[in-house]
């Protein structure tokens, strides 16, 4: 099978500018959850999607949105960007049909550079 | 607030001996946990899950989980200097697939 996919691999854009990032889960998964990654926070999560309803939300200002799509794949979309939002934004998918043992695999994520 | 605890390091172990890696948490509901690996620049790797009290081995790799005590660790053997990376202990509580992650210790493997 087929990997977690993220598109695009890299990004630089200027404060105040959006930016739509795009996830494509392994095949067979429902459940897609999207991390933020940087050196003084570590990962934090910031959003999970499970067909196409968001299911649980990080504590992450409202410029960060989401949404799934019906076959699965997900995108996340940043407005209003900060210097802060500089990061490696991370994509998990997983099958979402036992969170009891349900395991996430990530993509290779989007390192997204504000200027 | 949920808290995932690891020490950062580095761990410095000599090629061939075992890394132990060690990870406490603090929501006592959580019910899932898993190690991944980190190397520089790359996404994170799952290596292990373990959702029941006890040792868990697949191959050089074991994880030890005590929900009385909120702990669970990572056992590497015959550690090799490929396994030289930031590993990171995940836990779920289950609400949904929302991982709570610790800072990641980084291990060091020394030929």
């Known amino acids: 099978k087929a990997g977690v996919t993220q598109t695009p691999r890299y990004l630089i854009k200027t404060r105040g500018q959006q930016v739509t990032l795009s996830c494509s889960p392994i095949s067979g998964h429902r459940s897609v959850s999207w991390y933020q990654q940087t050196p003084g926070q570590g990962l934090q999560f910031l959003f999970e999607?499970?067909?196409?309803?968001?299911?649980n939300k990080g504590n992450f200002p409202g410029r960060f949105s989401g949404r799934q799509f019906s076959n699965s794949r997900s995108e996340m979309n940043v407005s209003t960007l900060e210097l802060g939002d500089s990061a490696l934004y991370l994509c998990?998918?997983?099958?979402?049909?036992?969170?009891?043992?349900?395991?996430?695999?990530f993509g290779p994520g989007t390192r997204l550079t504000v200027l | 607030q949920k808290e995932v605890e690891q020490n950062s390091g580095p761990l410095s172990v000599p090629e061939g001996a075992i890394a132990s890696l060690n990870c406490t948490y603090s929501d006592r509901v959580s019910q899932s946990f898993f190690w991944y690996r980190q190397y520089s620049g790359k996404s994170p790797e799952l290596i292990m899950s373990?959702?029941?009290?006890g040792d868990k081995e697949d191959g050089r790799f074991t994880a030890q989980l005590n929900k009385a005590s909120q702990y669970v660790s990572l056992l590497i053997r015959d550690s090799q200097p490929s396994d030289s990376a930031t590993y990171l202990c995940?836990?779920?509580?289950?609400?949904?697939?929302?991982?709570?992650f610790g800072g990641g210790t980084r291990l060091m493997v020394k030929p």
């Open positions: 999607y499970f067909s196409e309803t968001q299911r």
């Open positions: 373990i959702y029941s009290n």
């Open positions: 995940a836990v779920n509580d289950n609400a949904g697939n929302m991982l709570t």
């Open positions: 998990a998918s997983s099958s979402g049909a036992d969170t009891d043992t349900d395991t996430q695999y």
